[in-house]
């Protein structure tokens, strides 16, 4: 039987981004994320687009761009295509995965840190995921893992490791969205791994709409260097009305 997922194809999310460090608090960018549907290597699958960009003003101090495509089966979102195409202040990466769950390996064409291009075979097990379809998969988790106290463990793939990732619970709270108001979510604390931006002794916060869409409505990120911001700026094409304002509106 097909897993229920809180979102379709058509669904479109936005966010602004700020960063903040210090006295210094500006929107400084934006990211954005759409979902297609489609009949991909033999399966019914959904193709997730993320792209993250910096403001032109702020290209010049910080150059942002994030290209972000997954391929996840519609049945039980399991990623079967990854692809990243990063500019972060001039360190550039990339990766293009291929998922072989019949050989149980990543099939992984990268080139990340002036190591060079790479081919490898990454070694994979069922419940993995990359970056995007880690989001997804979270958000499609029982409404009980949201409860205040529970913890998830995942694991995702990005250039040539998989990580653990550790999801601590906080319940529902509301957060007051900069031009949209005040918004329940359900508040998410994941372990950061470490690494040319991640301090790593702080904890990436996410929280989802507490409705049955689950969007992220706002995200902190700590940097080795202050820490950015992600808010919710517009969504559409959502799979169900958004319940989850404060004072009770729905659109």
Same mark, same amino acid.
């Not at 229920?4 to 960018?29: D, L, Y």
């Not at 009949?39 to 960009?53: L, M, P, S, T």
């Given at each position: 039987?097909?897993?229920? /997922? !809180? ?8 966010? $602004? ?28 699958? #959904? /193709? ?13 101090? #910080? ?15 399991? !990623? ?18 291929? *998922? ?17 291009? @790479? &081919? ?20 499609? +988790? !029982?409404? $009980?893992?949201?409860?205040?106290? @529970?913890?998830? +463990? ?11 990732? /550790?999801?601590?619970? *906080? ?15 359900? /508040?998410?604390?994941? $372990? ?13 916060? +996410?929280? +989802?709409?507490?409705?049955?869409? &689950? ?20 969504? $559409?094409?959502?799979?169900? !009305?958004?319940?989850? #304002? ?6």
């Amino acid at each position: 039987m097909a897993q229920e /997922h !809180p979102f379709m194809e058509g669904e479109e999310v936005r966010w $602004s981004i700020m960063f903040k460090w210090g006295a210094f608090n500006t929107e400084v960018g934006y990211a954005r994320f759409g979902v297609d549907s489609l009949f991909f290597r033999g399966n019914e699958a #959904y /193709h997730i687009d993320c792209k993250v960009q910096s403001a032109p003003f702020f290209d010049r101090f #910080y150059k942002i761009r994030e290209d972000l495509q997954s391929w996840v089966r519609a049945q039980d979102l399991r !990623p079967l295509r990854f692809t990243r195409n990063t500019y972060e202040g001039g360190y550039t990466a990339t990766n293009d995965y291929n *998922y072989n769950w019949d050989k149980g390996v990543i099939e992984a064409d990268i080139n990340f840190e002036n190591k060079g291009e @790479q &081919r490898l075979e990454i070694p994979v097990k069922e419940g993995e995921f990359d970056l995007i379809s880690l989001v997804f998969n979270i958000r499609s +988790l !029982p409404e $009980s893992a949201y409860r205040m106290g @529970q913890t998830t +463990l995942v694991r995702f793939a990005i250039d040539d490791a998989v990580f653990d990732v /550790h999801i601590r619970a *906080y319940g529902e709270e509301v957060v007051k969205v900069r031009k949209m108001g005040k918004i329940k979510g359900w /508040h998410l604390a994941c $372990s950061v791994v470490q690494g040319a931006l991640f301090e790593g002794d702080e904890d990436l916060h +996410l929280w +989802l709409s507490a409705d049955a869409n &689950r969007i992220p409505i706002a995200a902190k990120v700590p940097l080795k260097v202050g820490a950015v911001q992600a808010w919710l700026s517009a969504y $559409s094409g959502l799979k169900y !009305p958004f319940e989850a #304002y404060a004072d009770g509106r729905k659109r």
